[in-house]
């Protein structure tokens, strides 16, 4: 089955330790986002790629980063993670981008900050 | 400021009932509106959409009523099954912009008991 797939499930880092998040998909979409979502809290768009092209939303911290190496793979970096950074992280993929092209998730990497 | 609300955390509805899940916006520029369900360590998963052009979308026991003079969409399930228990998304876009610019709401979890 065609899917995205987000690695690990679960991630425990210490306190200003970095952390690196992996997303795949298997759908061949053009179209790669990272979410950030906190208990009970909208999802948050943190940035996306439309191919190459790289997307940063204007409130998404500079602890954040991302790479896309290539259309499968997508990261999530955070260099010096904070208590408030632990989160849900989500992938989701979009094969076109525009606004009636559903999203595909992932089923998230929980971030846990000690 | 919160675009996209979902006024109600949770609902609790006997099986073969109707669950009305509701969902309010602000913004005169969303014209395109998605619903998405998430099960517990899933992802959340494309579920209806609706255009402005509508006021109802019907797909099985789902069907979306959008009522644009009072910025208010609901998503009715007939009749509600266990299976349906799951955290309902609603979100929000303009039809001319970009899957990136998707609003979600807080979300309402339903609990549909036997």
């Known amino acids: 089955d065609a899917m995205v797939i987000q690695n690990p499930r679960y991630q425990v880092t210490q306190f200003g330790k970095p952390v690196t998040l992996s997303c795949s998909q298997t759908?061949?979409?053009?179209?790669m986002y990272w979410y950030q979502q906190k208990s009970s809290q909208a999802p948050k768009l943190l940035f996306h790629?439309?191919?190459?092209?790289?997307?940063n939303e204007a409130d998404t911290p500079d602890n954040f980063q991302s790479r896309r190496p290539n259309t499968s793979f997508c990261f999530l970096d955070i260099r010096s993670p904070g208590l408030g950074d632990a989160a849900m992280y989500l992938c989701?993929?979009?094969?076109?981008?525009?606004?009636?092209?559903?999203?595909?998730f992932g089923n998230g990497t929980r971030l846990t900050v000690t | 400021d919160q675009q996209v609300k979902q006024n109600s955390p949770s609902l609790s509805v006997q099986e073969g009932r109707i669950s009305i899940l509701n969902c309010d916006y602000t913004?005169?520029?969303?014209?395109?509106f998605l619903w998405y369900k998430k099960y517990p360590a899933e992802g959340p998963t494309f579920l209806i959409s609706?255009?402005?052009?509508?006021d109802k979308n019907e797909d099985g026991r789902f069907t979306v009523f959008l009522n644009k003079s009072a910025k208010h969409l609901s998503l009715h399930i007939v009749p509600s099954q266990p299976g349906d228990s799951a955290v309902y998304f609603c979100?929000?876009?303009?039809?001319?912009?970009?899957?990136?610019?998707?609003?979600f709401g807080t979300g309402t979890r339903l609990q549909v008991t036997l």
């Open positions: 913004n005169s520029m969303f014209d395109y």
């Open positions: 609706i255009s402005s052009i509508k």
């Open positions: 759908l061949n979409h053009n179209v």
């Open positions: 979100a929000a876009t303009s039809i001319t912009g970009t899957a990136s610019k998707l609003t």
């Open positions: 989701a993929t979009s094969s076109s981008g525009t606004a009636n092209s559903p999203l595909h």
């Open positions: 790629y439309y191919d190459k092209d790289f997307n």
